[in-house]
C-alpha cells in the first residue's frame, strides 16, 4: 500500500470527486506498467513476446527487457514507461527538421525523435546534469543516432546560441513526479504542495528560454510526469496568455487516453491535451500538450555574449585519410565519411554547420574514432551506426556464456580464421561492439564504461 500524503489525497478528491478518485488510488497500489519501443533505424530482430502492443505506437510493446539482453546492449530497443512514449510519439516532427530536446536525460524520448528525423536534420540534445548528460550519451550512442549533438547546458546558458532556431521543441520538464508514485514510491517523500508551487516555477524559467529558441510557428510539446494541473493546465494556459500561443489539437483513438481539463486552467482548449491517468491502464501518469508559436516575430531577445572556446577543429590530412579508409573500407556504410573533421585527435562528421564555441558539448554528430600514432582505431558510436545496416565483417559470438565474457571485457576465442583486424561482434545477429581479430582470438573492443560484472 502507497502511503500517500493526506494532502495530496484530499487535493485530488477534490478535482475528482469521491469515486474518480477511489479509483485514481486504487490504481496508485497496482503493479506499474512495463514496455518497451523497438528502434526503428536499425533491424528490428528481436525474441520478445510482441503479442501485447501499446496503443496507438506500432513498435511499442508490453514486456520487460533486461539490460543485459543483446537486444538492448545492441540499441535495439528501449525500456520506457508507456504513457512516457507519447510526448515524442505526438510530436510533428519531419525529416531534415531542427529539433531540440530540452530536458533529455536519459534519452528515451530523444531516441524517439531521433527515429523521426531518420538520419537527417539535426537533434540537439541537452541535459543540465553532467552525470545525467553522460547516460544520455550512451543512449543516444547505443541507439545509432549520427545527426544528434549532446550538450550538457542550462537552458539559459543554451537560448543565445540558438535563437529562433528549432522547428520543434520538447521540453519534458521536471517535476513534482506523481505520476512515478507506483513505480518509484520514494518520490513520495518529496511531494508537498510547496513542492508542486517550486516546480511550476521552474517550470516557467524553463519555458522562457524554450521559446526564444523556437522559430515563429514552431512547435513546443510540453510535458510532464505528474497529475498536478499547477504544473500541467496551468503551464499551457500560461503560455498561451503570456506568448500567445496555440494549443494544438492532438487526434488519438484510444479510450485509454484522457484529456486536459478546461476547468483546471484558464483559457479554452486545454481539453485538446493528453492526461494519461493509471486507471485508464494504459501505463503510467502523463501530461503532454503541443504549442504552436504565433507566425512572424516573437518578442526581440537580447543578444548574451558568447563565450569564446579554444578548441581546434582541423580537416583530415591525406594521411589520417589514408588510416581511416583502411578500417572503414570493408564495411557497409549509410554515410560519407570524407567530410570528418579532427578535434583532440577525434575524428568526427559534425551534426550541425554552426559555431557551438562557448557551449559543453558532450558529443557532436557520429564519432567516427581515434587518431592514434599512425593508426586509426574506430569508436563505439560507429558501431551502433553499422549495425543498421547488413554486414560482412561479423564474428557472432554464439553462446550465452562467451557473450557475457565479452560484456565483462575479456579477450575470447572464436572458430572464425578468415576474419582479421577490426570486424563487427555480434549476438544472436545482432551486432554490439567492434572486436579485433587475430589467430581464432577475439580482442575486446567493448568500452570500459559500459562493461558489466560477471556473475
Ligand atoms: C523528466 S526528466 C527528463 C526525461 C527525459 N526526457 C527522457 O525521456 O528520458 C527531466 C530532466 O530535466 C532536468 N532538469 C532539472 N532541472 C532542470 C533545469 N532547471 N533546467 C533544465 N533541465 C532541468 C533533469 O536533470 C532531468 O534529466
Known sequence: MLNLPVEFKEKYQRLLGDSQAKAFFDALNKENKKAFRINTLKPNQVSYDLSKKVPEISNAYYGEVNGQDPEWVSGTVYSQDPSAMFPAFIANVKEGDHVLDLCAAPGGKSTALAEKLNGSGVLVANEISSGRAKALRENIERWGVKNAVITNESPANLSPHFTQYFDEILVDAPCSGEGMFRKNPEAIKYWSQDYVLTCQERQKEILTEAVKMLKPNG??????????????????????????????????????????????GSVSGLDHTLRFWPQDGLGEGQFAAILQMPDGKIAKVKKQKIKKGDRSTRRLTKNDQKLVEKVLDKFN???????????????????IDKDLKGLKIVNNGLELGIMKKNRFEPSHQLVEVLGELPQEDVIDLENQDNYLSYLHGETVRVDSKKLKGFVLVSFKGLIFSFGKAANGTLKNFYPKGLRILKK
Open 333 to 351: 556504410l549509410n554515410f560519407d565519411w570524407t567530410a570528418a573533421v579532427v578535434r583532440n585527435d577525434h575524428v568526427f562528421l559534425p551534426a
Open 219 to 264: 512547435q513546443l510539446i510540453y510535458s510532464t510526469c505528474t497529475f498536478s494541473p499547477e504544473e500541467d493546465e496551468e503551464i499551457v494556459s500560461w503560455l498561451v496568455e503570456t506568448y500567445n500561443m496555440k494549443i494544438v489539437p492532438i487526434e488519438l483513438a484510444s479510450d485509454k487516453i484522457s484529456h486536459g481539463k478546461n476547468e483546471w
